[in-house]
């Protein structure tokens, strides 16, 4: 039998096949009553082969269209979100602008995998059965700063779940912080914690961002705080080079800000041991030291470089010092800057510097970092004429500066270089009474109106331990037989106190 005698064979006749109908009733027929009656699946012979393929490439597209129906509701959310918030603009709370945010960070996140290698990882995850992607909980880590990596997969011996980490998520994240890091504080402090205890990779994409913005971010209130955390912290010494070259032509302006003089100060720390950077910062500065000098914030960056650096290296700046000294005798921390000097340096290379000083004496102990300068003068001081000079200047004018607050403590360390028959000739004016004033009214002595001062009292303490016990005993029997000043020595809680000492120093 050939292969038509067998075709017609099997074919039924024209009147039967009008009975049954055509081919093409038959399979729609069937495939009807397929959907209609038996929901049992049926694998198609000349299929059946293929049937595993076709299920799994049905089921990528599902997910594919329920990923942009998630995406698209998603948006429409968002939209509705922010007709309301539009709304009732001027009643929200940072509660729900983070909300927000982390709504409008997740969108842009499904934005990012509809065209990303995510999802073709995905794809070859659904073929493959091995990997398991968990984005979500990484986002949550994210958004709880609990970063752990950029690019790479991270697997957990207890779960054979393996996560994967963009660069994108984390470079979204942290140009968010630097964004808006401007007068926050609490981003400040994020960033500083990830400069920390984050990963090279996370230090090197911040120090990319902040290049970007500096210097202006350095004179923020709390900017500057981030980038003085890299030179503290950073482990990485090419990066605090990268951003030491990056702030290198703004050390003078950088020096004259309130709080750009922190970063200075930081850097200045940071070339501590290193000759090439402390050239560096003096090559910029050095041309520009006396307009620092006269400047509230370069005084800072000035008394920093005196404490790190060599004294050869600041040798220089003393000729300066002595030119401004009028102006610096009246600031604080020009007092400051004098005061350092004078400690380090020979006597002669600052001499020309303490005859100005002790020409300035009123000035300068009467003011709270100035009579350092003097109080340093009559402890470390060589012998000399001009020593001899201030001491006699201090004494002549005892009253007036012990009543000082700032000038007292001059006053007590010039005390301490007298000599025995100096002490006595202070101690015969401080029992001095006016006697032409008591005709009119009672005056008490130097002594009484002294220990009863809020400042001066601290001098005749000073005195009484300095003396001997026959100069001690000498003021007792003074009060004693003077039971006026006695009396009014005791009336006030100062008087009280040097009494009772007095009276401790004569029993022993």
Known sequence: MNYQQGIQSCSPTKKKQEEIGSPITISVQSEFEQLTLDTSPKLDPLTNQHSEILDFIDEVDQEEKLRKHQSLSLQKDLIRRNNKNKANEGQSSP???????????????????????????????????????????????????????????????????????????????????????WGNQIISRKLQKLIESGTPEQQLLIVQKLERISPQIEKD???????????????????????????????????????????????????????????????QLVQNMRSLIYDSNGNYVIFKMLESYDKPKMEFLIPIVEESFHYMAQQIYGCKIIHKIIQQYAPNYIANLVKQSIANYTVLSQTEFGNYILQHILQFWIPSPEKTRLIQLVIQQFYQLSINKYASNTVERALETLSKSELITVLNWLLFRNQTQQQFAYVASNFVQLANHQYANYVIKKFLILVDQQMQQSILNFLIKNQQEYQALKSTLHGQRICSLLEKQVKC
């Open 95 to 181: 509660h729900s602008n983070q909300s927000l945010n982390d709504q409008k960070f997740k969108y842009i996140k499904e934005l990012w995998l509809q065209e990303s290698p995510i999802q073709e990882i995905n794809k070859q995850a659904l073929s493959q059965r091995v990997i398991s992607i968990n984005e979500e909980q990484y986002f949550k880590d994210l958004q709880s700063d609990n970063v752990i990596g950029m690019g790479v997969y991270h697997s957990n011996e207890a779960s054979p779940q393996m996560y994967f980490e963009p660069d994108i998520e984390t470079d979204i994240y942290i140009s968010s912080l630097i964004d808006s890091l």
């Open 221 to 283: 209130v709390f900017g500057n705080y981030v980038v003085q955390k890299i030179f503290d912290c950073c482990g990485d010494l090419k990066l605090k080079t990268r951003m030491f070259n990056k702030l290198k032509t703004h050390f003078y302006d950088l020096s004259k800000n309130p709080f750009g003089c922190r970063v200075m100060q930081k850097l200045i720390e940071y070339s501590q041991g290193k000759e090439d950077v402390q050239n560096s910062i003096l090559s």
